[in-house]
């Protein structure tokens, strides 16, 4: 696609609901990352891919988050029992590789736990 | 641990003058640099990048960044601001993985306002 698409833009889910959130890439980007916006601050990594595989998932909170890329292409991060903390923009980005060439971001998806 | 600290967390300037916004890095390595700028309602854009060589980058929109080892620093730069820059900065440091890829860890960000 043209550039980093996130779906969906907006979700507002109850405190214990399950959600998921779609991360489609740039066409050909092999590196997909996850990112956290909470309000005031600036992106705090979750984890990232490199293929199919996650390269580096320190960054998940707890096990509550869990993201999957099974065919190396879209992506999608998994909460489990939300909890109002969890409210933040979820950010995504590709890059062709994950060797230092430059980082698309979508516009993310802004939860909501209430 | 890497990290990235950006002092100031709002900066004021008028129209036409000039601007530096302030980044400090924590990395035991030699690092990967970048600034990204995210305007209200949109994505993070990325401004430059250092990876090496000449310390002074130069970017999109007239932005410039200077990469000083001994400081730790790699402030970003602007020598005449338009109201179009007013935005959120964020300084960023690209941490490397034994597999020779790397992930990006960002500072707390810098909200520049452009006053007329």
């Known amino acids: 696609g043209a550039g980093v698409s996130q779906t969906p833009s907006n979700k507002v889910t109850e405190k214990g609901k399950y959600v998921e959130l779609r991360c489609d890439p740039i066409?050909?980007?092999?590196?997909l990352y996850w990112y956290r916006q909470s309000l005031g601050q600036g992106p705090e990594f979750l984890i990232y891919f490199q293929g199919t595989g996650a390269a580096d998932d320190s960054g998940l909170p707890n096990d509550r988050f869990f993201a999957v890329r099974p065919e190396g292409s879209v992506s999608t991060l998994k909460i489990q029992r939300t909890e109002r903390g969890d409210s933040a923009v979820y950010l995504c980005?590709?890059?062709?590789?994950?060797?230092?060439?430059?980082?698309?971001f979508g516009e993310g998806s802004w939860l909501t736990v209430v | 641990a890497q990290s990235v600290t950006q002092p100031d967390i709002h900066i004021t300037v008028s129209e036409g003058a000039s601007l530096e916004l302030r980044c400090n890095y924590s990395?035991?390595?030699?690092?990967?640099l970048f600034w990204y700028v995210q305007s209200p309602g949109q994505g993070l854009q990325l401004l430059l990048k250092?990876?090496?060589?000449?310390?002074l980058v130069q970017g999109i929109k007239g932005f410039e960044a200077e990469f000083k080892r001994s400081q730790s620093s790699f402030n970003l730069r602007k020598p005449s601001v338009h109201w179009s820059d007013a935005a959120e900065y964020f300084c960023?440091?690209?941490?490397?993985?034994?597999?020779?890829?790397?992930?990006?860890?960002f500072g707390a960000g810098t909200r520049l306002f452009v006053k007329a």
């Open positions: 250092y990876f090496s060589g000449d310390t």
């Open positions: 990395y035991g390595a030699t690092p990967y």
């Open positions: 960023a440091v690209g941490v490397l993985r034994n597999t020779g890829g790397f992930k990006t860890i």
């Open positions: 980005a590709s890059s062709l590789t994950d060797r230092g060439n430059t980082i698309y």
């Open positions: 066409s050909g980007h092999t590196a």
